[in-house]
């Protein structure tokens, strides 16, 4: 993790305001989709953060038990997954070829396990929710040439970040700045 700096925060204005520009993805071409969320999430990482963050505090001001037993779920069964990613060759080939498919079950399987402890709601609002807003943001949000830029510091190593390293563990680091 040395050498692993966030990101500066970019400005309201160039996140959702005036200058950004949004369209949405053609559905067609998966891998030119899959591009613009990565390089988005990478470039934006330090503002959905705060926005998740902001959210899930939101959400444990209200439910702050639910919103625990949640967070603990989710990060168990992530943190499995990435252990049996990593240590079991068919898994791993799965994860590079099927990401979408990998995160996907590690959601229901919280949710299923979640339904299992009670706090559905609070999972949903105060998890999937965020991500949900991250997914739809970075999917919408046109690049622009610093965001380019940045993005291929990143892919050729000059810069490390944490979203850099959650996109590496999932088997995305190949698409990223490209």
Same mark, same amino acid.
């Given at each position: 993790?040395?050498?692993?700096?966030?990101?500066?925060?970019?400005?309201?204005?160039?996140? @959702?305001?005036?200058?950004?520009?949004?369209?949405l993805p053609d559905v067609r071409d998966l891998d030119r989709w899959n591009n613009r969320i990565i390089?988005?999430?990478?470039?934006?990482?330090?503002?959905?953060? @705060?926005?998740?963050?902001?959210?899930?505090?939101?959400?444990?001001?209200?439910?702050?038990?639910?919103?625990?037993?949640?967070?603990?779920?989710?990060?168990?069964?992530?943190?499995?997954?990435?252990?049996?990613?990593?240590?079991?060759?068919?898994?791993?080939?799965?994860?590079?070829?099927?990401?979408?498919?990998?995160?996907?079950?590690?959601?229901?399987?919280?949710?299923? @396990?979640?339904?299992?402890?009670?706090?559905?709601?609070v999972f949903l609002f105060g998890i999937a929710f965020p991500i949900l807003m991250v997914l739809v943001?970075?999917?919408?949000?046109?690049?622009?040439?610093?965001?380019? @830029?940045?993005?291929?510091?990143?892919s050729i190593g000059l810069k490390r970040t944490p979203m850099g390293l959650l996109l590496e563990a999932?088997?995305?680091?190949?698409?990223?700045?490209?």
């Amino acid at each position: 993790m040395e050498g692993v700096r966030p990101p500066p925060l970019r400005s309201l204005d160039d996140f @959702l305001l005036s200058s950004a520009r949004f369209a949405l993805p053609d559905v067609r071409d998966l891998d030119r989709w899959n591009n613009r969320i990565i390089n988005n999430l990478l470039y934006y990482q330090s503002n959905y953060f @705060l926005s998740a963050l902001g959210l899930l505090l939101l959400v444990g001001y209200f439910r702050p038990f639910q919103l625990f037993v949640g967070a603990v779920v989710v990060s168990l069964l992530f943190l499995g997954f990435v252990w049996a990613a990593e240590n079991q060759a068919p898994i791993r080939r799965f994860r590079r070829n099927h990401p979408l498919m990998c995160v996907l079950a590690v959601l229901v399987a919280s949710y299923l @396990l979640i339904l299992v402890l009670g706090g559905v709601a609070v999972f949903l609002f105060g998890i999937a929710f965020p991500i949900l807003m991250v997914l739809v943001h970075a999917s919408m949000r046109l690049r622009s040439l610093k965001n380019k @830029l940045e993005n291929k510091l990143e892919s050729i190593g000059l810069k490390r970040t944490p979203m850099g390293l959650l996109l590496e563990a999932l088997g995305q680091e190949q698409e990223a700045g490209s």
